[in-house]
């Protein structure tokens, strides 16, 4: 079975800097995707980026980027110059598909803090 | 496009009762599919409908349940509530053949 793990269950960052949270998972599979979704303090759960798992190429959107290591099974992902508004959790996700069904697994969370 | 729109956004309710959450995917997404999410166990999934038909469903007891109307609005329903029901459920809409799930904001439901 699938697993995605977070390890950070909490993080913090000084307003600009660069921070990095992890997530590792496990499949047999070949092809999927991963994303990265933020929920900040109770509001919507948005998709911040995503990944496929056949393209080599990271993933960037603006100052979120990815570092998809296929072989480690490592999906992680980086926030430049960190803003306030970043202050949210984070949630993983893998994506497979099989005999025609979407399965979503997500991780635990990591909580960060974007510090003035 | 409007979003994924769910309702009610918060209920509380009392052990043995029951309740339907709704929930609106954004227009031309068929696909809806419905999470737990509690601080301890993060999310957990509970089922995806498409075109009126469950597709998928997670680990959760027959006391949850759903279906899915044929303009892609889908209802929750838990029955005989308990305590440890008392969570945030999240809908997701997702477009066919794609891969990205687009979430609502979410009915907070609290069991006293």
């Known amino acids: 079975a699938q697993t995605v793990t977070q390890s950070q269950p909490e993080m913090s960052v000084q307003e600009a800097e660069t921070v990095t949270l992890s997530c590792t998972y496990d499949t047999s599979e070949n092809n999927y995707y991963l994303f990265w979704y933020k929920q900040p303090p109770s509001r919507q759960m948005i998709l911040v980026i995503r990944?496929?798992?056949?393209?080599?190429q990271n993933a960037t959107e603006n100052r979120f980027s990815v570092n998809f290591q296929k072989a480690a099974k490592s999906f992680s992902l980086k926030i430049s110059d960190s803003q306030l508004g970043d202050t949210a959790m984070y949630f993983c996700a893998f994506m497979s598909r099989g005999s025609g069904t979407y399965k979503y697994i997500f991780g635990t969370g990591t909580r960060l803090k974007v510090l003035a | 496009k409007a979003g994924v729109t769910q309702t009610p956004r918060y209920l509380i309710k009392t052990r043995g009762q029951q309740v339907t959450l709704s929930c609106s995917p954004i227009?031309?997404?068929?696909?809806v599919s419905w999470y737990q999410q509690t601080p301890g166990q993060g999310l957990q999934f509970l089922f995806e409908?498409?075109?009126?038909?469950?597709?998928n469903k997670g680990n959760f007891p027959g006391r949850f349940s759903g279906r899915q109307f044929s303009n892609s609005r889908s209802e929750m329903n838990v029955s005989t509530l308990e305590l440890g029901d008392s969570a945030l459920y999240l809908c997701?809409?997702?477009?066919?053949?794609?891969?990205?799930?687009?979430f609502g904001p979410g009915t907070r439901l609290l069991v006293l």
């Open positions: 227009s031309g997404h068929r696909s």
């Open positions: 997701a809409s997702r477009s066919t053949s794609r891969e990205t799930q687009y």
């Open positions: 409908y498409f075109s009126e038909t469950q597709r």
């Open positions: 990944q496929e798992a056949y393209k080599q």
